[in-house]
């Protein structure tokens, strides 16, 4: 099924470890997003691109790299995993023009003990 | 800059009763304007769109209308099922595809 899909499902770190979470679409969507979904707060932004070779950062970057080698990855690294980190994560992904909605994946949840 | 605010939840509901969710939005230009729904576990589905000022975005008994002179996309329903159950985010997205959140309204239907 035409989508995005993210792997792991669940996962639980210890402080310190470091791991990627996995992002894939087959839409062939130029924009692709991360975001992390908190309690009361809404989605923040973390990593977004606009095509393959192209990245950025969004509201609350530090702790997350990305890379975009292919239109159809996008994953994000969590490079010394913190508990502040702790949260559900959501890959998505859109054609450009501001008019298309965001397609989501459906989440990873991430536990740093 | 850009913001989206939407009504601060829980909202707990009979089923058939009315609903409203109310958005209101800060944008620079022309913004297209979203809500999303997202079921417990799973991720956000696009439920309406509208992309200019008076237009109307529906979507299985939802409705919204783009009112640019209140900044306002307000969510409604006529009747509310226990389905309807589900956390809804009020979205935006202006220029380069940049979408901006609500912090969501999580809405219980009671039977």
């Known amino acids: 099924n035409a989508g995005v899909t993210q792997t792991p499902k669940f996962q639980v770190l210890k402080t310190g470890q470091s791991m990627t979470l996995q992002c894939a679409q087959d839409?062939?969507?130029?924009?692709m997003s991360w975001y992390r979904q908190d309690p009361g707060m809404g989605l923040r932004l973390i990593h977004y691109s606009v095509g393959a070779g192209i990245t950025d950062q969004g509201e609350v970057p530090n702790g997350y790299n990305v890379s975009r080698s292919t239109t159809e990855d996008f994953p994000l690294r969590l490079l010394s995993a913190a508990p502040s980190q702790t949260s559900v994560y959501f890959c998505?992904?859109?054609?450009?023009?501001?008019?298309?909605?965001?397609?989501f994946g459906s989440g990873t949840r991430l536990t740093v003990v | 800059g850009n913001s989206v605010t939407q009504m601060e939840g829980p909202v707990t509901l009979s089923e058939e009763a009315f609903l409203t969710i109310n958005c209101t939005y800060t944008?620079?230009?022309?913004?297209?304007l979203f809500w999303y729904v997202q079921y417990p576990g799973e991720g956000l589905q696009l439920l309406l769109k509208?992309?200019?000022?008076?237009d109307k975005g529906s979507n299985k008994g939802f409705e919204a209308t783009y009112r640019k002179e209140t900044t306002s996309f307000h969510l409604e329903k006529g009747s509310v099922q226990v389905s309807d159950s589900a956390v809804y985010f009020c979205a935006l997205s202006n220029t380069g595809n940049q979408f901006y959140f609500g912090t969501g309204t999580s809405l219980t239907v009671i039977p």
């Open positions: 509208a992309t200019k000022a008076d």
């Open positions: 944008a620079t230009g022309y913004p297209s």
């Open positions: 998505a992904s859109t054609h450009r023009g501001q008019g298309d909605g965001y397609t």
């Open positions: 839409m062939n969507h130029e924009y």
